[in-house]
């Protein structure tokens, strides 16, 4: 049962101090009382030095990330329900189905308890909703100045219970590009909290887990070759990549590729391209060419794929290279980022 | 093979700057030609969103550690050492063989190339000895001054192998404490190096990968209730927390427990009580009685674990509560540590 208020007395315990990351009491009463209580699992109160788990029934898929998303609440999410569905997708992402996580809190001296609070019942909800368990932890807390408020670490363990085989280097001209919705959501929500934009109406991140999503597609009997979540770098740094390690070309249309007006705008005003802005609730799947009306019916039928559409394919022209047919009827080379373009989106 | 100079060019990034984690070219050269070939593994070179590995052959353990021990470099380690083998630790002491560890980079934007390179060389060795292989990993970069140069989070996978079953829950009275060696080496050694101490004699961390060592004593054939390496804490909190798991008593002989006398003396300066200091390369086990005297020798038969002893029982009195007979023949009870006596020690 989640509690809906904060479970450490935050009359005495306002703020984080050094003492909750030094070993003692106070360490302990927050991960039994906050993180122990809240994230429930039998494993996790063991408290072991790690968690013990039954033997999986498959390969293992094996993934990590680290949040450091600046501001910590944005539209659609915080970096709580973030540092959970990011994860989850780099497990799915495998082809793996998600089924534990590990927490790492590196915490600022002098966050507000109750901050603390709301991430933690986030990370509970998010966990609860993809069906994962969050099974071990570690709680740092660095100086005053040293942090940023709390950046959070999650690793995740899934097993790949199908017979899929998702390599890029299985891709073959022909493939189609399949892309779960519309673009640039989630960079563009952050960028608009963080530099203070009023849109009429504001854009919500699209943060979500795609475990289920993945799961439909994988269900429908597809031959998936690769799926990928485009997040820091978006929809054109994650092709690029799969165009890169599968030594094919790939084209995609621009036409097919749904942004959203308000993002549009946006994008426009920051001078961002939405192809290299982060998602947090998208996939891109390249599968077989036969395969690609049910690979689309099966997306299409997951409340998180219902805009999904046949993006692009995979060609033998220009290898390792993205080349994108224009809306106006040219084309043009969609290159790696260089450089940064949304720092800490993720 | 494993480069003795920083593989990126130092002339043209001698820094860390924001577009080393914003998703692009940059971002991309730093994985490719500092993580990926440093730790060199298959599974990394495959660059998927995270690692596919064959199914485990039983259990398995799952420990994570964020480290943001200061300074960044101490004498007998440095975060990159203390990140693989603090984990390997925490997943072995689940009677587990570590096998893959995830790497999570939070850099502070600044942050001296080749520093960097200094702890991914460390991790790149400490790996290789612990027989671990680095699979999967992010990394990010915050803004010069929301940062402390580099955290580092490891989350480590193992498998269990053996029929054992360890938990500390399974404690009975008679029960023997061994403790594989000297303690508080590690959190002197940082204090040291902190307080700018100067001792004849630099106290070394005892930083280490005890994966061997447990790995000995399993192969003894020893019943084993219970392992833990005794970090933040020091022996002192991680023998409370067996006390408060098992419910049982726990009673220790401060004459069986090696103190160096330098580290002695400095904890005399410092105001610490050794038994509260953090270890990173000792190891509490807990075992059958009749096993006790062949734990003992597969323990001194393996390096780390010479000067291993017998230092306590568990007992049917005092449950929960830890009590030492004390050098001079007395017995205080062994809190578990209030509040905070060494910040970022690991």
New interface residues.
């Given amino acids: 049962m989640l509690s809906f208020s904060c479970p450490i007395p935050l009359n005495e315990y306002p703020h984080v101090?050094?003492?909750h990351?030094?070993?003692?009491?106070?360490?302990?009463a927050l991960i039994q009382k906050m993180f122990v209580a809240t994230f429930e699992g039998e494993t996790l109160k063991?408290?072991?030095?790690?968690?013990?788990?039954?033997?999986?029934?498959?390969?293992?898929?094996?993934?990590?990330?680290?949040?450091?998303v600046k501001p910590l609440f944005f539209p659609g999410g915080d970096i709580g329900s973030l540092a959970v569905n990011g994860t989850v997708?780099?497990?799915a992402?495998?082809?793996?189905r998600p089924l534990?996580l590990?927490?790492?809190?590196?915490l600022e001296e002098g966050l507000s308890m109750e901050t603390l609070w709301q991430f933690v019942r986030s990370m509970r909800i998010a966990a609860a909703s993809a069906g994962v368990e969050i099974?071990?932890?570690?709680t740092?807390?660095?100086?005053k100045?040293?942090?940023?408020g709390i950046?959070i670490?999650t690793?995740?363990?899934?097993v790949?219970e199908r017979n899929v085989q998702?390599?890029?280097r299985s891709c073959r001209p022909g493939d189609k590009v399949l892309l779960s919705g519309p673009i640039a959501m989630h960079g563009i929500a952050i960028m608009s909290k963080r530099e203070g934009l009023g849109f009429d109406t504001e854009i919500q991140s699209d943060c979500a887990a795609l475990n289920g999503l993945v799961d439909a597609l994988l269900e429908s009997g597809t031959m998936v070759r690769v799926m990928?979540?485009p997040?820091?770098?978006?929809v054109a740094?994650a092709l690029n990549?799969i165009a890169s390690?599968s030594r094919q070309g790939i084209r995609i249309d621009e036409a097919a590729i749904l942004i959203p007006e308000q993002v549009r705008s946006a994008c426009e005003i920051l001078g961002f391209d939405p192809l290299y802005v982060?998602n947090e609730g998208k996939m891109l799947a390249i599968v077989a060419p036969d395969d690609a009306p049910r690979a689309l019916e099966a997306m299409r039928a997951h409340p998180l794929g219902r805009d999904s559409a046949i993006i692009g394919e995979v060609v033998a022209e220009h290898p390792s290279t993205v080349v994108m047919k224009t809306r106006i009827g040219g084309t043009r080379v969609v290159d790696?980022?260089?450089?940064?373009?949304?720092?800490?989106?993720c």
Wanted: with cysteine.
């Fill in positions: 101090s050094m003492a990351g030094g070993g003692g009491t106070l360490m302990n063991a408290m072991h030095d790690g968690a013990i788990l039954p033997p999986p029934n498959g390969r293992l898929a094996f993934s990590t990330d680290s949040y450091v997708n780099d497990v992402m495998c082809g793996a534990y590990s927490v790492g809190f590196i099974v071990t932890g570690d740092k807390v660095v100086d100045g040293k942090g940023d950046y670490n690793a995740g363990v899934g790949i998702i390599d890029p990928r979540d997040t820091r770098g978006g740094s990549e390690s982060a790696m980022m260089s450089g940064e373009q949304l720092p800490r989106i």
